[in-house]
């Protein structure tokens, strides 16, 4: 299994421009995760998602972020428009559903790191 | 709400010196809690998990960890760390569906 995968490694963009950050998760799973991670304020989950529904988005600092899902194997992460205070590594997380497992493991993606000037 | 506090932000230990990571919890009903590390420019790898039965969890790498839940707390140990241990390290508790992490704890080896 390639684990969940996350493109691009690296965003570097210009204050007011568009981001859309990529999360494929482990086949199977049906939890998706994303993450902030900053020095100031450490992990924080911003959105999640069950069976490509948006369960809880009350971590999206504000309107200018937005999360799909579109299919099981997809989901974004968009950013418009950005500043430069979203410059952080942003983190997409899969794990099953299955009520045997419920309480299983998140497999992180390696992450996107983004910078806004 | 449940939180996590990790109260040292960064340590350092020598090489082949033992470990011990503190994580104290806030949640009211019986913790779920995990140990994550993050190496640098990677995302976040699984260390241990704790859901009831023994209250000393064996993870990978040689880390175990610790539940007493009269302290609140889940600390991480590790009797002799190794350089290739050097790392940010994080504990989560978990709620309905949602980990809660804590700040993290950065951990330099010196040679």
């Known amino acids: 299994d390639a684990g969940v995968i996350q493109s691009p490694r690296h965003e570097v963009t210009e204050m007011g421009q568009e981001v859309t950050l990529r999360c494929k998760p482990i086949?199977?799973?049906?939890?998706l995760f994303w993450y902030r991670q900053t020095m100031m304020r450490g992990l924080e989950l911003l959105i999640y998602?069950?069976?490509?529904?948006?369960?809880?988005d009350s971590g999206m600092p504000e309107d200018r972020f937005s999360a799909k899902m579109p299919n099981a194997s997809f989901s974004t992460l968009k950013i418009q428009p950005s500043e430069p205070r979203d410059s952080a590594v942003y983190f997409c997380?899969?794990?099953?559903?299955?009520?045997?497992?419920?309480?299983?493991?998140?497999?992180f993606g390696p992450g996107t790191r983004l910078t806004v000037l | 709400a449940q939180s996590v506090t990790q109260p040292d932000i960064h340590i350092t230990v020598s090489e082949g010196a033992s470990l011990e990571l503190r994580c104290n919890y806030s949640?009211?009903?019986?913790?779920?809690l995990f140990w994550y590390v993050q190496s640098p420019g990677q995302g976040l790898q699984l260390l241990l998990k704790?859901?009831?039965?023994?209250?000393l969890v064996q993870g990978i790498k040689g880390f175990e960890a610790e539940f007493k839940r009269s302290q609140s707390s889940f600390n991480l140990r590790k009797p002799s760390v190794h350089w290739s241990d050097a790392a940010e390290y994080f504990c989560?508790?978990?709620?309905?569906?949602?980990?809660?992490f804590g700040q993290g704890t950065r951990l330099t080896i010196n040679p």
């Open positions: 704790y859901f009831s039965g023994d209250t």
């Open positions: 949640y009211g009903a019986t913790p779920y």
């Open positions: 086949s199977g799973h049906d939890y």
């Open positions: 989560a508790v978990k709620g309905a569906q949602k980990l809660v």
């Open positions: 997380a899969s794990r099953t559903g299955d009520l045997k497992r419920i309480l299983d493991t998140q497999y």
């Open positions: 998602f069950n069976n490509n529904v948006p369960i809880d």
